[in-house]
């Protein structure tokens, strides 16, 4: 970022000159990656926006139109719920099939809840709160035997679990930059697969592209249909390097790194008396993320405390996921959640582990 800062720095696609060609190398390059890393089909079906947010956006209100219906899970992030909500209220028929408290979603369920005028399935690859995986391969077959389109929000998964939008039959896949893929904040965006026609999703805002300019009409093609405005260019120059470190590592790598040590956490977070801990307590059907809570504490008074009397830092309470909660049964106060990733050590959990179980100690 700081090389293209200091070296490159144009506008990619408004000039013919050699810093705005590099700088058009630099975004092309960032999609590279992206399709490499998730299998995409080609790296022009990746369109960047700012966050996984945008591109969910971008697929909702894109695609559907009154008189459709959509399917999605109980333990979806607000990113989802409130762009279906809006959309409900439009004249989008909305089903949200339930999950168990543990975050578990039946693929039969799905099928069960899918009419004759279904469009699309949207279904997160893991739960922001628990960290339960939902079977999204399951489910994208389900999609594709009835002719209908998948949407996977990979916020949670994306560069820490291994992704193939192809083999995994998912048509749209919603990444942001800035968690696992190890990129800076403002980079995102969603990978187009080869069964969706992108002249049927409405972009949702219109303007310069760099190409086409003679004409007042947005162009029809990809990725320039949903890429209107100056690109965070610098952004993207950050996120190809993430996403290349994380090639390189390797996604199955970092996957049993960050498992072995959310065993770890949640094997010993059940020893403590007094602490509930939320979801599958199996690792292998989770992401890095762990929510608990002790009893008879605040989840914000634990969060603070952790913070200035241990130095651990984790979010507390609904973390956008208000739906969520309430399959949990954790609404509304929420919870405590610790989210790992492939910098994290065992000396980390353990330490973790004695702030929990100092505080519990202090009931």
């Not at 945008?54 to 909702?60: D, G, Q, S, T, V």
């Not at 956490?265 to 690792?283: E, F, K, Q």
């Not at 492939?342 to 582990?353: C, G, M, P």
Request: aromatic residues 4%; proline residues 5%.
């Amino acid at each position: 970022m700081t090389r293209f800062l200091a070296e490159v720095g144009a506008n990619p696609g408004r000039s013919a000159h050699r810093l705005s060609i590099e700088a058009a190398r630099v975004v092309y390059s960032a999609r590279e990656a992206i399709a490499d890393l998730f299998n995409a089909p080609d790296p022009l079906r990746v369109v960047f926006g700012y966050n996984v947010t945008e591109a969910l956006n971008l697929a909702l209100r894109g695609l559907l139109r009154p008189g459709d219906h959509v399917i999605t899970s109980s333990i979806e992030h607000n990113s989802v719920m409130r762009p279906l909500r809006a959309l409900e209220r439009q004249g989008v028929a909305l089903t949200v099939v339930p999950c168990s408290p543990e975050g578990l979603l039946d693929p039969l369920d799905v099928q069960a809840a899918i009419r004759a005028n279904t469009a699309l399935i949207v279904l997160n690859h893991a739960s922001n709160v628990m960290g339960t995986l939902l079977p999204v391969a399951e489910v994208g077959q389900i999609a594709r035997e009835r002719g209908l389109l998948l949407l996977v929000d990979a916020a949670q998964t994306g560069g820490a679990y291994p992704i193939d939008v192809q083999a995994n039959c998912i048509d749209l896949l919603a990444f942001t930059g800035h968690k696992a893929l190890l990129g800076p904040t403002g980079t995102g965006g969603l990978v187009i697969g080869e069964r969706v026609v992108a002249e049927q999703i409405e972009p949702i805002k219109r303007g310069g592209t760099g190409s086409r300019s003679e004409l007042e009409e947005q162009p029809d093609f990809l990725p320039d249909r949903f890429e209107s405005g100056t690109p965070n260019t610098v952004g993207l120059a950050g996120l190809e390097a993430g996403v290349r470190w994380v090639q390189e590592r390797g996604v199955e790598a970092i996957r049993e790194h960050e498992r072995s040590l959310t065993q770890f956490l949640i094997d010993g977070l059940w020893t403590i008396p007094g602490v509930t801990v939320y979801g599958s307590r199996d690792a292998a059907g989770q992401s890095a993320t762990v929510s608990f809570n002790i009893e008879k504490l605040l989840s914000s008074d634990v969060g603070l405390r952790l913070d200035e009397e241990h130095d651990i830092l984790c979010r507390v309470g609904l973390h956008c996921a208000p739906a969520a909660h309430r399959t949990m049964g954790t609404f509304p106060d929420g919870t405590v959640r610790f989210g790992l990733s492939v910098f994290n050590t065992q000396a980390d959990i353990e330490k973790s582990l004695v702030a929990v179980r100092d505080l519990a100690g202090k009931i």
